[in-house]
């Protein structure tokens, strides 16, 4: 059984540009969590997703971040027209439907901003 | 407010030494989760415990509800087990984990 899968774990771009991170949860596990660590800084929740609904967006920034969790595929955190303040670890975690077990961290995707 | 507080947060210790990393929490949570981040920035999740004790290995967590606090243990440390320990909770009512500031440890041989 396969962890939790996110690729690229390098993302590179340039201010201005659009960043696509993707995130494969675990078979069997129908949440998803989105967690960024600015450099020097700890964790900091983004969204939690079900399939097809967003549960919970407060930790989102309120322009340019989106995040999907389609019926079929990866959850996709979609960072438009990036900024250099946008450079950091972007970890998933994911979870299967009951609330009370762990979420499984994926490996991150590190983005930077040039 | 919700919050998560780890202590200490750098900590060097020689090869062979007991350690202990605790975590408070400031309100209830249904569960607590201890994290380890390599120096490469990957994560692993090392526990999730609701009450009592778990023990893989060299790791031991507690934890005391009532208190509302809990420590992450390694006994027989290893350079090996360098690395940041992150205590994480869902507070009631909330599936978002909201984390410690870690603790940086640091194992000398």
């Known amino acids: 059984n396969a962890g939790v899968m996110q690729n690229p774990r390098h993302l590179v771009r340039r201010r201005g540009q659009e960043a696509r991170l993707r995130c494969s949860p675990m078979k069997g596990h129908s949440h998803v969590y989105w967690y960024r660590q600015l450099p020097e800084e700890g964790l900091k929740f983004m969204v939690y997703l079900q399939k097809e609904n967003i549960i919970d967006e407060s930790g989102m920034p309120k322009e340019r971040f989106s995040a999907e969790f389609p019926k079929e595929g990866p959850s996709i955190l979609r960072i438009q027209q990036v900024v250099r303040g946008d450079s950091a670890a972007y970890f998933c975690a994911s979870s299967p439907p009951s609330f009370t077990d762990t979420q499984y961290f994926g490996p991150g995707t590190r983005l930077t901003v040039l | 407010k919700n919050e998560v507080e780890q202590s200490p947060q750098n900590l060097t210790a020689q090869e062979g030494e007991f350690i202990t990393i605790n975590c408070s929490y400031s309100?209830?949570?249904?569960?607590l989760h201890w994290l380890q981040q390599h120096p490469g920035g990957g994560i692993v999740s090392l526990f999730m415990l609701s009450s009592g004790k778990k023990k893989h290995g060299r790791l031991i967590a507690t934890i005391n509800i009532q208190e509302k606090h809990s420590s992450l243990h390694i006994t027989a440390s290893h350079p090996r087990d360098s690395a940041v320990y992150i205590c994480?909770?869902?507070?009631?009512?909330?599936?978002?984990?909201?984390f410690g500031t870690g603790t940086r440890l640091t194992i000398i041989p």
């Open positions: 994480a909770a869902p507070f009631f009512g909330n599936e978002k984990l909201t």
């Open positions: 309100v209830g949570i249904s569960a």
